[in-house]
């Protein structure tokens, strides 16, 4: 492990996102979809509570996919060596796998996750996911902690029912998509066991979900409402019938995440007749600060209660080091009452099994620039950034003047090859970038009213445009002037779903040029 770190220090080449979702999607790094691997900022969690089906170029994912779609992740703290494999086998199917290799051969009859999923129903909003698959229990937050510890209230037991939250199950989950970011959710879950005892009850019992939450990518605030429902199977042949009810909030700064959850369950029967019924809660406050574009604290107190006299309260502390976007070294310490404070450290490394084949007319990946690269380069790459991450290359936030409204990144809206038509929560629909930028209508077809307008009052991003269909050459100072002041080629006011950004004049010149030259 050492001299593969070593080797991984040592070779400076770009390292787009992993595992393979990212692959297909351009080189996109990191910053797309995650604060700091592996925790999931907003737009991220959207693009997973959408079982990908949101927010991903599923054209360019199936061109990438005729390759073999694998990537490998490496965890030193958990011993962890796991296949990866995730992406679309057609434009409303999407599908994800991993695989642990364990002792006893591969492929091990334990998988971590495998499931597929149809994105076509509800009229195009809904994701019908069949597989093993996490709790839906806002597991967009859960099932990707940046602590190694993971949540108390996830893996809380409750006497001998140990089904808790942060099991993946096998079973059906429904989600559907709404207006204004509202994302809704019902499953049916069985047991936790290998693919062999795939939807085999026994072991784990069986279990009703659902869930309300608000997920969109454009507002700084998430967060839900959740409740699950089961019975657990005991030693004497008796059923524990259990209820969890969950709450959670997330507010998303420019530096920093603040998350707040709370749990609360019923056990009628959690100890097989040996005790009484167990009103059990938790909860657990959580601060994640990034001072530093490659380095991430995170705090977070906890405590739970099972009810039958047990009690824990947790203090744990996070260090996130980015050696590079996906070699993450982590350092936590974890200090209980009553006990000893333990230290724990991670090096996670993930990345594609092979070398990435784009294909034709993909935005190319970004190499490292030279000490004597050349200005026009180095206001290409810093454009990209910002395009990407919603951050210049010195990790600086870019802001809007509208306050109450937050943006990930341009790509999140736009699409990571520029090419519009994303949906977004209120009904607008995304332009096409480049230097043809053009608006497209609700379908996601090109408007005929000429570029960047019409549409206006159908809630798209542009403005009502030419209306003799004379259009204006895109230049870079006409970008500066739409992105900053949300005004067309045409001279037309944009649609006010489009931000108005506010950055330096450096930033505002590279993104532009970024636009214009590099998104085809």
């Not at 492990?1 to 979702?21: G, R």
Request: glycine content about 12%; overall charge neutral; aromatic content about 8%.
């Amino acid at each position: 492990m050492a001299m593969t770190l070593a080797w991984l220090l040592s070779t400076p080449k770009p390292a787009p996102a992993i595992p393979v979702l990212a692959n297909g999607q351009g080189g996109v790094n990191c910053g797309l979809c995650h604060t700091a691997v592996p925790h999931l900022n907003s737009y991220g969690r959207y693009v997973l509570m959408t079982n990908f089906s949101r927010g991903l170029n599923k054209h360019l994912q199936m061109m990438q996919n005729r390759s073999l779609p694998v990537a490998l992740e490496v965890s030193v703290y958990r011993a962890l060596v796991q296949f990866l494999s995730a992406g679309f086998i057609g434009t409303k199917v999407s599908y994800f796998a991993s695989v642990p290799v364990e002792t006893g051969g591969f492929p091990a009859s334990s998988v971590d996750q495998l499931w597929v999923a149809y994105n076509g129903l509800g009229r195009g909003d809904g994701s019908l996911q069949i597989g093993k698959f996490p709790t839906p229990v806002f597991a967009p937050w859960m099932s990707q902690p940046l602590s190694l510890s993971g949540y108390g209230l996830a893996s809380l037991q409750v006497g001998l029912n140990d089904s808790t939250l942060a099991d993946n199950r096998w079973g059906a989950s429904y989600t559907q998509a709404g207006h204004l970011g509202l994302i809704g959710n019902v499953s049916y879950l069985q047991g936790a066991g290998p693919i062999e005892r795939a939807f085999h009850s026994a072991g784990e019992g069986t279990a009703w979900t659902g869930s309300i939450q608000y997920l969109s990518p454009e507002s700084r605030w998430s967060g839900g409402i959740a409740g699950l429902g089961g019975s657990y199977p005991l030693p004497s042949g008796a059923n524990d019938s259990y209820t969890r009810e969950a709450a959670l909030a997330s507010y998303s700064g420019d530096r920093y995440e603040l998350m707040a959850m709370g749990i609360v369950g019923r056990d009628d029967n959690p100890n097989d007749g040996a005790s009484p019924p167990a009103n059990s809660h938790g909860v657990s406050l959580e601060t994640i600060y990034g001072p530093l574009p490659w380095l991430h604290v995170d705090l977070r107190y906890e405590h739970t209660d099972d009810g039958l006299g047990s009690s824990t309260v947790n203090y744990v502390a996070d260090a996130a080091f980015n050696l590079r976007p996906n070699v993450i070294v982590t350092v936590e310490d974890l200090a209980s009452a009553g006990r000893r404070p333990a230290l724990s450290y991670q090096v996670l490394w993930a990345g594609p099994w092979y070398r990435n084949r784009f294909p034709p007319g993909t935005v190319a990946r970004a190499a490292p620039l030279p000490a004597t690269a050349s200005a026009e380069a180095r206001a290409i790459a810093n454009g990209r950034s910002i395009f990407f991450t919603g951050k210049d290359v010195n990790g600086t936030r870019i802001t809007t003047a509208d306050p109450s409204r937050f943006y990930q990144s341009c790509a999140v809206c736009h699409g990571p090859d520029g090419a519009g038509g994303v949906r977004l929560a209120d009904g607008a629909v995304s332009a096409k970038l480049g230097p043809h930028a053009h608006m497209l209508d609700q379908m996601g077809s090109m408007s005929a009213m000429g570029s960047m307008g019409s549409m206006g009052s159908m809630g798209s991003m542009g403005s009502m445009g030419s209306m003799n269909g004379e259009t204006t050459p895109w230049t870079v100072a006409l970008f500066e002037r739409a992105i900053s002041a949300g005004v067309d080629e045409n001279g037309d006011t944009l649609s006010p779903v489009m931000p108005r950004w506010e950055m330096s004049k450096r930033d505002l010149y590279d993104i532009s040029l970024y636009v214009l030259t590099q998104i085809r």
